[in-house]
């Protein structure tokens, strides 16, 4: 009887009408979704040769950028259209293959590192010599994939 | 089974009476069954995956170093082998305006007719830069055995937030700042009587064979043509030059429309925009240079 006298009728809803906590949980709840999200990726990141696959697909679309055409055209006109497709689509499918079936690395990354060699010749000097390098460098990273030495946690290596 | 997949499985006994309901019921439990599984299923998967994730450290090895320096070897001395034109290498430009020069070509059967390009869409065929979707008028023009005199190609693209880079390619001999369009060019040599390339010229010439080039404008200096035949119908010229012009119906040459054949076609100076350069022979790029530089370049910048 003695309390909140002084406060209007109207403000006594018997809850709060304060929106900045529940605005607060919900922001959190967007974080915490976001932070687990990042966890797996993390963890899916660190099970297979990512990086190397991912310079894999690169170097495929840059090889495929160079020599895009009508896919009429590509399909009909022979192997001077259709090198690019064909060469820069393996690499990509060799990234795609490393990121889903990581098991196979040691072959999808030699089979990576040879398509990036031959699209040298064959499809516009492997996309002007950047995508074959890009090719051969993510090739072999995932082919050399593998379990390293736990990092010390010291210079002196402690 | 998972215990959230297990909350719906069946608990009635069989022998029910057959009705609509328990034959929904059975369908959606299955349903949710199957979901639930999957995603429980997923789930551990992915504790599987982060509990792997933590136990060893994983990456690239130093063992990737020698592969990666193999790779590197392997490609320059194919670079170098194309550079001395003995790698023959296969090269199509298909979605960027090139403009190219070329201190003397000298082309055996070239057949040439008008075309659309390959490309659909907006139109915006004048752009220095081009549209890559513009669908423009172009001259479609194939040569059967094509002997260039120094070669630079040019091609400009506008890269968003970095700017204007040019992608530069020279082989063959050094290409001048400017031609002058009335004479060929200083230090190519040429037969008098036939106009093909010889001696010096001919040895560090960009060989192609059946090369197709389509542009909307060339010019130069044309130095003893011979065989010419203006006018012909359009549907007979790649015969007469023993070529096969390919694309959709729309591109391939039509009877009775305009079309020119020249048994042997010289042009000094040769300087044109190009669509693309298609190649379904092959090409031997003496003294080969690519580069990638900063602005939009022009001629002056090819040596």
């Known amino acids: 009887m003695t309390e909140s006298k002084t406060e209007p009728l109207t403000y006594d809803l018997g809850f709060s009408t304060d929106p900045a906590p529940e605005r607060a949980r919900r922001t959190n709840r967007v974080g915490a979704f976001l932070a687990e999200a990042r966890s797996w990726f993390r963890a899916w990141r660190r099970t297979r040769p ?18 895009s055409f009508d896919i009429g055209i590509a399909l009909t006109g022979g192997w001077s259209y259709s090198a690019g497709y064909v060469m820069g689509g393996s690499l990509i499918m060799f990234g795609l293959v490393t990121w889903l079936a990581p098991h196979y690395r040691s072959l999808s990354g030699i089979v990576g590192f040879l398509i990036a060699l031959g699209a040298f010749p064959t499809a516009n000097l492997g996309g002007f010599v950047v995508g074959s390098v890009l090719g051969i460098i993510g090739g072999s990273m995932i082919w050399s994939w593998g379990e390293k030495k736990p990092r010390t946690s010291g210079p002196a290596g402690g | 089974m998972s215990p959230r997949a297990r909350r719906f499985e069946r608990t009635a006994p069989w022998g029910e009476k057959p009705g609509v309901r328990s034959v929904w019921g059975r369908l959606t439990g299955r349903l949710y069954r199957a979901a ?19 136990s060893v450290r994983r990456g690239s ?46 082309a055996e059967h070239a057949a040439g007719y008008l075309a659309p390009t390959s490309r659909q ?109 203006l006018g012909q119908s359009a549907e007979t010229v790649g015969e007469s030059a023993g070529l096969a012009f390919e694309g959709n119906a729309n591109q391939l040459p039509k009877a009775g429309a305009f079309g020119l054949y020249a048994r042997q076609l010289n042009v000094a100076g040769l300087n044109g925009n190009s669509y693309g350069l298609n190649l379904k022979g092959n090409i031997t790029l003496p003294d080969l240079n690519i580069r990638v530089v ?6 002056a910048d090819c040596s």
Not at chain 2, 61 to 80: N, Q, T, W
Not at chain 2, 194 to 200: E, H, Q, V
Request: with cysteine; net charge negative; charged share 15%.
């Open chain 1, 50 to 67: 990512f990086w190397g696959a991912l310079w894999l697909i690169v170097a495929g679309a840059w090889i495929i950028y160079w020599m």
């Open chain 2, 36 to 54: 639930y599984a999957a995603i429980d299923r997923a789930a551990e998967q992915s504790e599987q995956m982060k509990a792997e994730a933590e």
């Open chain 2, 61 to 106: 090895r130093k063992r990737s170093l020698p592969l990666m320096i193999c790779g590197g070897a392997a490609l320059v001395a194919m670079f170098g082998a194309v550079s001395q034109s003995a790698l023959a290498v296969n090269f199509t430009t298909g979605n960027s305006k090139f403009k190219l020069y070329s201190n003397y070509l000298d």
């Open chain 2, 121 to 229: 869409g907006a139109t915006d065929c004048d752009a220095d830069t081009a549209d890559v979707q513009a669908q423009c008028g172009v001259t479609e023009l194939g040569i059967h055995q094509a002997k260039l005199a120094g070669l630079c190609g040019i091609a400009t693209e506008n890269i968003p937030l970095v700017g204007n880079y040019s992608l530069m390619i020279t082989a063959g001999d050094d290409v001048p700042d400017s031609y002058n369009g009335s004479s060929i060019p200083t230090g190519t040599t040429t037969d008098p009587s036939t106009g093909k390339l010889t001696d010096g010229s001919l040895d560090n010439a960009i060989s192609a064979t059946n090369l197709y080039l389509n542009s909307d404008a060339l010019s130069g200096y044309g130095n003893k043509i011979s065989g010419m035949n």
């Open chain 2, 294 to 299: 900063p602005g939009a370049r022009t001629q």
